[in-house]
């Protein structure tokens, strides 16, 4: 890149972590920072899928790595930091974008149960706050150690919508006269998530760690029409994202174009919750 604003986008010689990279966004966000220059460890409890993924960035001439994670278990997030440096020296960049997210496009519709909050179990509660919100607080811990060791480092934290408002439970669909619905445990660990941005954004004042929050709003993937229509019915730009149309996003709070930015939420939903 020349000498420009440009410039300040270039992740040449930085290593950023992804951890849920075989996810939907993962996959792209690990695209995004590979192509800005940075070298890349695509973390997921599923490694073959990751592997699949840096297989792909490589044909393209792009550094990565696969690692698998847990990021539950203390143990896993550790042995995913240690890979990172290992394989590419530093630890620049965090993004945690695992998360148990119930989704509504084909390929999950028919995992969903109905999702009631006056029945919903306490073991799916609590495996919700295991993954997005412990997960998320031990994968920072881990990685946190090398960018106070270096002097600077950066995280960002994969948001909601429905860390922001209620579920619009009107949109979801009805089975056979059952009507289902986004769980509760993701508005909850989403929002606590904000929080958890905010606090770390403030204790890491003076020590050039910066920590940010990213918010998209609904992604487009093969959802049925009913489906478009009732979300793209609350959105101003009147449709759901494209898949790459949060990577800029992305890119942007992890390099230097944001460092003036730091415990702050990127919100990226066609203007969901603008009215």
């Known amino acids: 890149m020349t000498d420009t604003v440009l410039k300040k986008f270039d992740m040449t010689g930085k290593t950023a972590i992804v951890t849920g990279a075989a996810g939907l966004l993962g996959k792209q966000f690990s695209l995004t920072l590979a192509q800005a220059g940075a070298s890349v460890v695509l973390a997921d409890l599923d490694e073959s899928l990751a592997e699949s993924q840096v297989l792909f960035l490589r044909e393209q001439g ?3 790595v696969a690692v698998a994670v847990d990021v539950t278990d203390p143990v896993s997030v550790k042995a995913m930091v240690k890979t990172a440096l290992e394989a590419f020296g530093s630890v620049d960049v965090l993004v945690n974008s695992a998360a ?4 509504f496009d084909p390929a999950n519709l028919d995992s969903q149960g109905a999702n009631a909050f006056e029945s919903y179990s306490l073991e799916s509660w609590r495996q919700s706050l295991d993954v997005n919100l412990t997960g998320t607080f031990l994968a920072t811990q881990a990685a946190v150690h090398p960018m106070l060791a270096q002097g600077k480092g950066v995280i ?7 860390g922001l408002n209620g579920p619009d439970q009107r949109i979801y669909p009805e089975e056979n006269g059952q009507k289902r619905f986004k769980p509760v445990d993701y508005s909850v660990t989403k929002a606590g998530l904000l929080g958890f941005t905010r606090y770390l954004a403030a204790y890491y004042a003076g020590r050039n760690i910066r920590v940010n929050a990213l918010t998209p709003g609904g992604i487009f993937n093969g959802h049925d029409t009913e489906f478009v229509e009732n979300y793209t019915a609350r959105a101003i730009l009147g449709r759901m994202a494209d898949l790459d149309e949060v990577n800029a996003a992305m890119l942007f709070l992890c390099s230097d174009a944001s460092s003036y930015m730091t415990g702050s939420n990127l919100i990226i939903d066609g203007g969901w919750t603008a009215w």
Do not use: E, G, H, T
Not at 156 to 162: A, D, E, F, M
């Open 62 to 64: 792009l550094r990565a």
């Open 156 to 162: 960002v934290n994969i948001c909601s919508i429905y």
């Open 100 to 103: 148990l997210d119930p989704k």
